[in-house]
């Protein structure tokens, strides 16, 4: 069993309030979670408006499969308009 693990500091600039981080990361966090099958949540930095840090996880039995579909979220995250990717690392355990 392989478990692949992914960590993304985003930077949200359009964000007054932590009700709009709320809404902006719920949306991402909905749209991964459909669009891959992996498990999300924000994983850190809660109480700042503009800045956020969520993890994906995705189980599976090839290496080369949980690397792949990681990359793809992260190339997604990459892509939205509201939030600036900032960081990210890929684990596999």
Do not use: H
């Not at 994983?43 to 969520?54: F, S």
């Amino acid at each position: 069993m392989i478990v692949g693990i992914c960590q993304i500091v985003l930077y949200l600039p359009d964000s007054g309030s932590l009700k709009q981080k709320r809404s902006l990361l719920k949306s991402l966090i909905t749209r991964v979670r459909n669009k891959f099958n992996v498990s999300v949540s924000e994983v850190g930095d809660q109480d700042l408006w503009q800045k956020a840090q969520i993890g994906v996880a995705v189980v599976t039995n090839d290496t080369r499969y949980a690397n792949q579909v990681l990359s793809q979220v992260v190339n997604l995250v990459e892509r939205q308009d509201r939030l600036e990717l900032i960081d990210y690392t890929l684990e596999m355990l």
